[in-house]
Structures are given as structure tokens and as C-alpha cells.
């Protein structure tokens, strides 16, 4: 039988024991400290590639490798995705699943298998050993996998007004100095406000906003016999075309919107001085894809016509063509679609009939492409039709414009 230590010889022998544990203390404190290990891609033909899974879209996942840079690869060519020791984060929408609050999205870390996407939840709060069955999706089924973090931040954020407008802005300038003095200028603004910013939410709300001016004035002098302190007296033509417009747009789903328009013309080419709409309706989107949208509407409005007063051949009588109040409707279609080398088409078509004096409808057409030069600078070709059935007296009814000049992309 042993006997008991001396209290001296017992504190002695549980210091140096303790000593004997510290190198082990200090291997488990540098664990963190460590470099993760990455995710390990498997390919169908055996081959690995190792790095950081970043997300997935439209069949094909986004893999990030130190060695060969990101890469897009389909579903159909990964064998197996292991996570690594610091894996990730990820939400994951189904096709034809619309995204809800009441109904996430599964959430945690993702792995790929046996041609399955699947989403590994978080153990519980104090439940590190729980062993939970992760969600597997099949991957055709799979529309987005997104980073949770992103993901949770569009569905619970409020975005103010003045945030997440894009758009252009479009100027051109034509001049001429010579017998005959000339000087044209356009300048446009397109604002857009689509909500949310992210193509895997359905939309919420979209706002437009257009502004286009054109202003012309051109100097002719006549020429007639010197007579002693009588000036030649200049021929002025002016021109000045003014559009605004804005829409807000509701989404009842994701293709069809209920909507509120206003629009504000002035067109001196056709004696209209002030024209004002304001009217509601509906609009369907035909085609959305990553290259092309085509939208159709159509509103039931308010619409003012005041017009300017002129004069026969520059002399009297003086003419006034009196102020029209109509109802009517404005019937759009408008398409855009991205081409090769990133140059982008745009074309739109407004037809207004009016109900309550039909001879009294418009319409105007409107198509335009940009093509990139520098980074987000573009040169931009336009060409607009805008057409009046019932003008002021002595003006005609069309007003046609082709402009060119440089468009910058906000974003």
C-alpha cells in the first residue's frame, strides 16, 4: 500500500504535469489560426480542382481556384463538391419556387453528389452533435444558389428612392457658321428603378423616368438692294422638342403589372405648345431573358392639348387653334435587346387614339443603338417620328429627328 504524499510533494508533482500538457494547449490554440482547408471540386472525368465555391445560376456553378482563376462550370461535369474547413454560407431557390418570407429558402453550407445539390443547416445553439438531414435538390431543379449573407439582405432591406436608379444620359450638338448661322442641340436623361436589383427575387416595383429636348436655331440673312441705314433683315427658324414622361409600375406577378403614367410634350415643329397626360392601366412582359425584354401596356388617360398661337406666312391674321381636352388611351410596345460586342437596341412605339374626338390621336415612334467605345461611354444613333393628326393651324403633322451622339451608362 502506498502511502500518501506530503502536501509539498503532491503540488510538485501536478506542476510538472502540467508543464507536460502546455505543448498540447498550445497545438489546440493554434487551430484557428491555421489556414482552411479549400473546397475540393471533382470533375466527371476524375480530375480535382481545389479553391472556394462562390455560387450557382441558370445550371452552371461559380468556382473561384488560386491555380486557374473562376471558373463557370455546369452541373453536368461535377462529379462530387466537397466543402472545406471554412465552408461557405448559401441560400438555395428552386425553379418555378417563388422566394417569400414566410417560406425561406434553405439555408448553410452546399455540397454536390450523385447529382444532388445538397444544403447542410447549422447545427443548433447547443446542439453541436446534431445530425439533421441536409436538403437535397436535384440540380435541374436548382435556380440560384446565392451567398446566405446577400440573400438575407435583399429579403429583409428597404431600399430608399434615391437608391439603385440606373440609366444614361445622351448629348449631341450640331453647328454651322457660315452665310447661314446654325446651332442644334439634344440632350437626354433615361432613368430606371427596377426593384429588387437581383434577377432571383420577383419583381416588385419599377420606376421610369425620360427627359429628351431638342433645340435649334438657325440665322438665314436675305439679301436686297443697299439702301443707306437699312439693315438686311435675318430669317430665324427655330425648333424646340420637349418630351418628359414617368411610369411606376406594380407587380401583380412577375409578368404582368398594374401601372400610373404622366407624360408632358411641347413641339414648336408642330405649333403644340403644352400637351399633358395622365392616365393608368396594365402591362405585360412577353419576353424577359438575359438578352431581350418586350413589354406591352396600355393606360386610359387624361389628356390636354394647348396649342401656339401663330400667324399666316409670318403676317396677320393671327391664328388660334383652341385647347382640346380628350380621353383616350396610350397602346406601348417597347423592346430592348443586347447584340454582339455588347452594343445595345432600343426601340418603342406609342399609339394614343382619342375616344371622345377621334380625329384628334397621335403617336410616336422612337429607335436607337448604342455602341460601346470607352468603358461606359457609347456612341449613340437615334432616329424619332413624332406625329400629330391634328395639328395647329399651318404646322404640320409629322416631326422627325435622327440624332447622333455620346451616351454615358450609369452603371
Do not use: C
Amino acid at each position: 500500500m502506498l502511502k500518501s504524499l506530503p502536501l509539498s510533494a503532491a503540488l510538485a508533482v501536478l506542476f510538472v504535469s502540467a508543464l507536460a500538457y502546455l505543448p498540447s494547449i498550445s497545438a489546440q490554440s493554434a487551430k484557428p489560426g491555421e489556414k482552411p482547408t479549400p473546397d475540393v471540386l471533382v470533375f466527371t472525368n476524375g480530375d480535382q480542382l481545389t479553391g472556394q465555391l462562390k455560387s450557382a445560376a441558370g445550371g452552371n456553378v461559380v468556382f473561384a481556384s488560386d491555380m486557374a482563376g473562376t471558373l463557370t462550370i455546369s452541373f453536368d461535369k461535377i462529379k462530387e463538391l466537397r466543402s472545406g474547413s471554412n465552408p461557405a454560407q448559401f441560400a438555395l431557390l428552386k425553379k418555378g419556387v417563388p422566394v417569400l418570407k414566410s417560406s425561406p429558402a434553405p439555408e448553410g453550407t452546399a455540397t454536390i453528389a450523385e447529382g444532388d445539390v445538397l444544403i447542410h443547416a447549422d447545427a443548433p445553439a447547443g446542439n453541436s452533435s446534431s445530425s439533421s438531414e441536409p436538403a437535397k435538390v436535384p440540380t435541374k431543379d436548382v435556380d440560384y444558389l446565392v451567398a446566405k449573407a446577400e440573400f438575407d439582405k435583399q429579403i429583409a432591406h428597404k431600399v430608399g428612392f434615391f437608391h439603385a436608379w440606373t440609366g444614361s444620359a445622351t448629348a449631341g450638338a450640331t453647328l454651322v457658321r457660315s452665310t447661314t448661322t446654325a446651332n442644334t442641340f439634344t440632350a437626354a436623361l433615361n432613368l430606371i428603378r427596377a426593384l429588387p436589383t437581383v434577377p432571383w427575387l420577383a419583381p416588385r416595383n419599377r420606376t421610369t423616368l425620360n427627359v429628351v429636348e431638342t433645340y435649334g436655331k438657325n440665322t438665314t440673312p436675305t439679301y436686297i438692294p443697299a439702301q443707306p441705314g437699312v439693315a438686311n433683315p435675318n430669317i430665324v427658324t427655330l425648333s424646340s422638342i420637349f418630351h418628359t414622361d414617368a411610369e411606376r409600375d406594380e407587380y401583380i406577378s412577375p409578368r404582368f403589372y398594374a401601372l400610373g403614367d404622366l407624360s408632358f410634350d411641347h413641339n414648336y415643329a408642330q405649333g403644340l405648345g403644352f400637351q399633358q397626360v395622365y392616365g393608368g392601366g396594365f402591362g405585360w412582359t412577353a419576353i424577359k431573358d438575359a438578352k431581350q425584354e418586350l413589354d406591352l401596356k396600355a393606360d386610359l388617360h387624361y389628356e390636354k392639348q394647348s396649342y401656339i398661337t401663330s400667324s399666316i406666312n409670318g403676317t396677320v391674321p393671327t391664328v388660334v387653334t383652341p385647347t382640346t381636352n380628350l380621353i383616350g388611351s396610350t397602346i406601348f410596345q417597347g423592346y430592348h435587346r443586347t447584340l454582339p460586342k455588347k452594343m445595345v437596341f432600343t426601340e418603342s412605339l406609342n399609339v394614343l387614339p382619342a375616344f371622345n374626338v377621334a380625329k384628334d390621336y397621335s403617336a410616336n415612334a422612337s429607335a436607337s443603338l448604342a455602341i460601346p467605345v470607352f468603358k461606359r461611354l457609347s456612341a449613340s444613333v437615334t432616329t424619332t417620328d413624332n406625329f400629330l393628326n391634328d395639328p395647329a393651324v399651318g404646322y404640320k403633322k409629322n416631326s422627325y429627328q435622327f440624332v447622333t451622339g455620346v451616351t454615358y451608362a450609369f452603371q
